[in-house]
């Protein structure tokens, strides 16, 4: 495929974003008839997240909606990625709206727009109904179908305002951390049932293109380069790309899995999972794609020594393997490879041909603590800005790079690691009753920097067009 690079004069301009997540800033999880989700459930569970944290309180977001607003208005960014609680809207997964939970995401959206800041909404970014978990969860097909249902009645609200939609965020990690390493909710260990998710995580998402033809739709994956250690681990890195991107990438584009994927996870040729239809549904059913980054994959063979590293297990099927770790990293150990995302935003360009988004891009920093009001977070500005040097090499080489959205707007509950690593670019003080916000050094620094793009971005049509 011929790829033309344009002069970097002729780049239009990106846009900027902040990220965020319901159950990592909402707290109110017992507010207004919100339904129990599978991260409640397991975050009580003792051992699960680091110092027993939950999200119970979180960022109390959900109170506090007007300060946060402030917060994404004071950046000066073009759009604000947020999700959507599935729980407060279905409080049993189907059935029952909550208009309560429906009210509180239209007044966030009213308010974006007010700012003029575009909404952009993630469907599902892991908080399942717990009713449905106790049906079986991602590894039932119903889950899927509920899905839809509850896409429509989010859409019949929002759909008139909202023009960025994204089914689900990084479906790797509600499928095999959730599934089959079992270090996310529901913390299930089954490598099967990882790969039976997902599927039907891929067939909630296609069955929302086919409910709501008319919107434009995405999905966001956390791909990964993967880069073998050595020759020898050249296989071992297949079958661990074949899981971490190609299970998502091929079905969206090709209408297929392929043989390499089949041969490490035999069930996805399991015609009683994988029925008629369901791969044609997925094919073409992306508008855009997002893409989350933050540090590369290198497999290696197993050594004997070594830590174990916590997505050992989730790569189902295929053959023991070590995950390499190189120096520089960032607090919560993930290696910082700024080439890494280059070369994914320029190879996935080339393999879907739909308007990329960096949907998440950031840095754990346990480090940062507030000093005469300030928070000195250098390393982290120094991250993004080599990240977002990176989106621009990749532009430069021709990739259609829309946005990128830094993750994440304030410190939260960062999932099993409970609020101990934090990425946000504002500081928020979990000692003082009223969680007080702090801007970090960052923020400014974002804010610098969006600001040159700020509105020339979205009139170019550049999130949605
Ligand atoms: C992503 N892993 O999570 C999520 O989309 C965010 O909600 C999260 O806060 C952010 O990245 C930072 O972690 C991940 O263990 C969590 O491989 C864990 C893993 C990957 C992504």
Redesign the pocket.
């Given at each position: 495929m011929t790829t033309s690079t344009p002069a970097a004069a002729d780049l239009k301009p990106l846009a900027y974003g902040v990220a965020s997540?319901s159950y990592?800033i909402e707290g109110a999880t017992t507010e207004d008839g919100r339904g129990i989700s599978i991260w409640d459930t397991f975050s009580a569970e003792p051992g699960r997240v680091r110092n027993g944290d939950d999200g119970t309180h979180a960022c109390d977001s959900y109170h506090r909606l007007d300060d946060d607003l402030a917060l994404v208005r004071g950046l000066g960014v073009d759009a604000y990625r947020f999700s959507i609680a599935w729980p407060r809207v279905m409080p049993d997964g189907r059935g029952k709206v909550e208009t309560r939970g429906l009210d509180y995401y239209e007044r966030l959206v009213d308010a974006l727009l007010e700012a003029d800041v575009e909404p952009a909404v993630t469907l599902y970014?892991?908080d399942l109904p717990q009713a449905l978990e106790d049906e079986g969860g991602w590894v039932s097909r119903s889950t899927a179908e509920a899905f839809v249902d509850y896409a429509r009645v989010v859409h019949e609200r929002l759909g008139d305002r909202v023009s960025s939609w994204a089914t689900h965020?990084?479906p790797w990690?509600a499928a095999y951390?959730g599934y089959a390493a079992g270090?996310?909710a529901p913390g299930r260990r089954e490598g099967a049932a990882g790969h039976r998710a997902a599927h039907h995580l891929l067939l909630g998402h296609a069955l929302v293109r086919q409910a709501l033809p008319d919107t434009h739709l995405g999905i966001v994956l956390?791909l990964a380069p993967v880069w073998p250690e050595t020759p020898q681990a050249e296989e071992i890195a297949d079958g661990v790309d074949a899981i971490r991107n190609r299970v998502w990438l091929d079905p969206l584009v090709d209408g297929a899995y392929d043989a390499r994927l089949l041969d490490v996870a035999p069930v996805l040729g399991d015609p009683e999972l994988v029925r008629p239809g369901d791969l044609e549904a997925m094919q073409g059913s992306i508008d855009w794609l997002g893409i989350?980054y933050?540090t590369p994959i290198r497999p290696a063979v197993p050594s004997g020594h070594g830590e174990p590293h916590?997505?050992q297990g989730?790569y189902p099927g295929v053959p023991d393997l070590d995950l390499v770790v190189r120096e520089p990293r960032t607090d919560?150990g993930w290696e910082v490879e700024p080439r890494g995302l280059e070369e994914l935003l320029v190879d996935t360009h080339r393999r879907v041909g739909v308007p990329l988004v960096v949907t998440?891009n950031?840095a754990?920093m346990t480090d940062t603590e507030v000093v005469d009001g300030v928070v000195d977070d250098q390393d982290r500005i120094d991250y993004l800005e080599g990240h977002l040097a990176a989106v621009d090499r990749a532009r430069a080489a021709g990739a259609d790079v829309r946005g990128y959205f830094a993750?994440?707007l304030m410190d939260?509950f960062?999932?099993?690691e409970g609020y101990d690593k934090t990425?946000g670019l504002v500081h928020v003080d979990r000692s003082s009753p009223l969680l007080t916000r702090t801007p970090k050094a960052s923020y400014r620094w974002f804010a610098d920097r969006a600001a040159p793009a700020r509105g020339r971005a979205r009139a170019a049509g550049l999130i949605t067009p």
């Open positions: 997540a990592q970014h892991w965020n990084e990690c951390l270090v996310h956390n989350n933050y916590p997505e989730a919560i998440e950031g754990a993750w994440t939260n960062e999932w099993a990425f």
